[in-house]
């Protein structure tokens, strides 16, 4: 019989929280109904997706009353990307955005280039967090749009959003962050922060899939991408998923209730987990070392590749590069503009914790990958890059 997976993946998605679960079954048994319908059945639905709004706008501090409900981060950054530079083409082609991006951000620039709008592609520095002063060079009088994710999904660099949104703001440029690995994990106060679109999903914080929102400052106008009734202002049409919403609302709340205990255990984990991973020979980290996201971990190590550490590692659930991207041989893009080699980017392992993780997890986890990588160097040689 195979060993039970031992979960280090919630980068790549979390479980449903029970609590969310019983939150959507009564919605799907209660308040099923179509909340545009003007009718009492439908007014039930409608408040109870005002109510959802209410516990994200709580996590949030963000009004309630300028969300859009879509169906997760890629379409909230297609929307908010495509939707603000189509709208304020008059105003210049010219967009900002990071190589480090996820590529629900960078594939969407790229149709747009081919659009004929002009993108720039910032590189960060060596810890995968952006320098400001490549910001301010490269802000034209046509830029309007700049957009820098807050959580990276691959090595936890957290973004200066204050710092990199109020240079927008003064150049009166639209500031969109994807929020997809912050939002529910760590502190987000969209009242004081200067960005104008923000994107999130519930999977990555205990909610549902297929579920999540784009945060609008009012007065930040979209052009809509997709075309049907009359639903969120004509800007995100289409009848909406009460049960999914309310699941989300209700993850949002939990969220809120458990970030500061969640973050100082990911906080003590971690530092575990880094501790003994240093003991390997060779072994470096990729992202910040003493900082960023404490629920995300990526090492590599010299000489070893990644895909057949992987197979080493089982039962371990972690990720090479970005899961999004697990299917792809390629060496990982975010990696590689921290100027990494495409071999040491290979050899890179995302070890992403949760609410659920525990010290023994993490202790199997560092002995699997000592021993692990160990048995490559001395086993197969055919395994060392
Ligand atoms: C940073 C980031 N943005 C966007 C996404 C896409 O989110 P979704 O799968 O909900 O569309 C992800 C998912 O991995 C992500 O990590």
Redesign the pocket.
């Known amino acids: 019989m195979s060993a039970d997976p031992i979960y280090l993946d919630y980068?790549?998605?979390t479980p449903m929280d029970l609590r969310v679960a019983e939150r959507m079954r009564t919605v799907q048994s209660t308040a099923w109904f179509n909340p545009a319908s003007n009718h009492v059945a439908g007014r039930t639905s409608a408040a109870v997706v005002e109510h959802a709004a209410r516990q994200l706008g709580s996590l949030l501090n963000a009004d309630g009353s300028s969300f859009l409900w879509t169906?997760?981060?890629?379409?909230?950054?297609n929307l908010a990307i495509t939707g603000s530079a189509r709208q304020r083409e008059h105003r210049g082609k010219h967009l900002i955005t990071m190589r480090t991006?996820?590529?629900?951000?960078v594939d969407v620039f790229r149709a747009l280039e081919k659009l004929g709008f002009d993108v720039t592609w910032l590189a960060p520095d060596a810890d995968g967090l952006l320098p400001i002063t490549r910001l301010e060079e490269a802000l034209r009088s046509d830029t309007q749009l700049v957009s820098v994710?807050h959580?990276?999904?691959e090595t936890g660099a957290i973004q200066d959003i204050a710092a990199i949104g109020e240079i927008c703001q003064q150049r009166d440029v639209v500031f969109h962050v994807?929020g997809?690995?912050a939002a529910g994990k760590i502190p987000v106060d969209l009242a004081t922060l200067p960005v104008d679109l923000y994107?999130l999903?519930?999977?990555?914080f205990y909610g549902p899939?297929g579920v999540?929102a784009l945060i609008g400052r009012s007065g930040v106008p979209l052009a809509p991408i997709m075309f049907g009734g009359g639903q969120q202002r004509r800007i995100r049409p289409g009848t909406l998923p009460v049960d999914l919403i309310a699941g989300l609302g209700e993850a949002a709340a939990l969220a809120q209730a458990h970030l500061s205990d969640d973050l100082d255990c990911l906080v003590a984990l971690k530092s575990d987990l880094l501790l003994a991973l240093q003991s390997v020979d060779g072994l470096y980290v990729n992202g910040p070392e003493d900082g960023g996201y404490p629920g995300i971990l990526n090492v590599g190590v010299d000489g070893i590749d990644g895909e057949s550490l992987l197979l080493a590692l089982e039962p371990l659930c972690v990720a090479t590069g970005?899961?999004?991207n697990s299917q792809s041989q390629e060496p990982s893009y975010v990696l590689r503009a921290l100027g990494r080699s495409d071999q040491q980017a290979q050899s890179a392992i995302r070890f992403s914790l949760g609410r659920m993780t525990t010290s023994t997890e993490i202790n199997k986890a560092i002995s699997l990958y000592c021993k692990a990588v160990d048995n490559l160097r001395n086993l197969a040689p055919e395994a060392v890059a």
């Open positions: 980068a790549a998605t169906s997760g981060a890629t379409e909230s950054n991006e996820h590529k629900a951000v994710m959580v990276n999904n994807d997809a690995q994107s999903t519930a999977h990555k899939k999540g970005s899961a999004c």
